[in-house]
Nanobody, 115 residues
Framework: QVQLVESGGGLVQAGGSLRLSCAAP????????MAWYRQAPGKQREWVAT???????NYADSKKGRFTISRDNAKNTVYLQMNSLKPEDTAVYYC?????????WGQGTQVTVSS
């Protein structure tokens, strides 16, 4: 079973920063787009950002300027740098890999931003 493993979540004060990491198997990571999503309590999962295998990035409008997605192809890892965090950023953050035939998801990492 393909596993994406997120890490880096935690508790941070408003205005602080966190960097999330997601490690994926090489055969999944190397040729596919990777993305971050999040799901706040009582809300639907929402898309945060995507990075293609070529390094092109795209962000949800509300995340532009505060969040940065990147990937390290040597480590088969995608990152989400989150700055100027707000209490409304509190959610479980998931990484995903998208192939031609299906998507793969991690188990999620909790991010809690206190006011």
């Amino acid at each position: 079973q393909v596993q994406l493993v997120e890490s880096g979540g935690g508790l941070v004060q408003a205005g602080g920063s966190l960097r999330l990491s997601c490690a994926a198997p090489r055969n999944i990571f190397s040729s596919n787009a990777m993305a971050w999503y999040r799901q706040a309590p009582g809300k639907q999962r929402e898309w945060v950002a995507t990075i293609t295998n070529g390094g092109s990035t795209n962000y949800a409008d509300s995340k532009k300027g505060r969040f940065t997605i990147s990937r390290d192809n040597a480590k088969n890892t995608v990152y989400l740098q989150m700055n100027s965090l707000k209490p409304e950023d509190t959610a479980v953050y998931y990484c995903a890999a998208f192939t031609i035939s299906r998507s793969y998801w991690g188990q999620g990492t909790q991010v809690t931003v206190s006011s």
